[in-house]
């Protein structure tokens, strides 16, 4: 199990370009529908958590999907997986690019990675929409944080809490527990 994840992590983490979201659609395929380790529902779950949390996106993902596979050990040989790729590529990519950064066919390179990882954004969007509750409370605090994001520019630690407070008075006015 280790190396499974070890290995599935390193995938993950060295044929991804973009960051944490853009891995989002990998992380689901292999962790819910290639290796079984984890639900459809357990993805958001812990993808919710991986953004509310500290640190990069990917890396606390592999490390809570580590962390129920096998413990302790678990999260560290997924967290080292999905963390290695890139510390290696940086760390070449850095001594060589300084060299080749004003050739045309680099900077067209990198705006075609960009148009990619774009996309990849955009079908982690879709499929955690395709996945969400459908409801006029969940679509309104999906506006509040996209407009407070990204017109109002306010923290998105701020944002990510009053969502959570919103949805758990919400919940819990549904449910009519409010009330006892």
Same mark, same amino acid.
């Given at each position: 199990?280790?190396?499974?994840?070890?290995?599935?992590?390193?995938?993950?983490?060295?044929?991804?370009?973009?960051?944490?979201?853009?891995?989002?659609?990998?992380?689901?395929?292999?962790?819910?529908?290639?290796?079984?380790?984890?639900?459809?529902?357990?993805?958001?779950?812990?993808?919710?958590?991986?953004?509310?949390?500290?640190?990069?996106?990917?890396?606390?993902?592999?490390?809570?999907?580590?962390?129920?596979?096998?413990?302790?050990?678990?999260?560290?040989?997924?967290? #080292?997986? +999905? /963390? @290695?790729?890139?510390?290696? =590529?940086?760390? %070449?990519? *850095?001594?060589?690019?300084?060299?080749?950064?004003?050739?045309?066919?680099?900077?067209?390179?990198?705006?075609?990675?960009?148009?990619?990882?774009?996309?990849?954004?955009?079908?982690?969007?879709?499929?955690?929409?395709?996945?969400?509750?459908?409801?006029?409370?969940?679509?309104?605090?999906?506006?509040?944080?996209?407009?407070?994001?990204?017109?109002?520019?306010?923290?998105? #630690?701020? +944002? /990510? @809490?009053?969502?959570?407070? =919103?949805?758990? %008075?919400? *919940?819990?006015?549904?449910?009519?527990?409010?009330?006892?």
């Amino acid at each position: 199990m280790l190396l499974q994840l070890f290995s599935s992590f390193v995938k993950i983490g060295a044929f991804t370009f973009g960051g944490g979201y853009a891995m989002i659609p990998l992380i689901q395929k292999e962790a819910v529908e290639k290796r079984n380790w984890i639900s459809d529902e357990e993805i958001l779950e812990i993808i919710a958590i991986a953004e509310s949390t500290p640190g990069p996106i990917a890396v606390n993902a592999a490390t809570f999907i580590g962390y129920k596979m096998a413990g302790f050990l678990g999260a560290f040989m997924a967290t #080292l997986g +999905v /963390i @290695l790729p890139s510390f290696l =590529i940086i760390a %070449v990519l *850095s001594l060589v690019l300084a060299q080749f950064e004003d050739l045309k066919v680099v900077q067209y390179a990198f705006w075609g990675i960009r148009a990619g990882v774009l996309a990849l954004i955009v079908k982690a969007l879709v499929s955690m929409y395709r996945q969400c509750p459908k409801s006029g409370i969940s679509y309104a605090i999906a506006g509040f944080a996209f407009f407070a994001v990204a017109l109002f520019r306010i923290n998105v #630690l701020v +944002v /990510i @809490l009053i969502c959570a407070a =919103i949805g758990l %008075v919400s *919940s819990i006015w549904a449910e009519g527990r409010w009330k006892r």
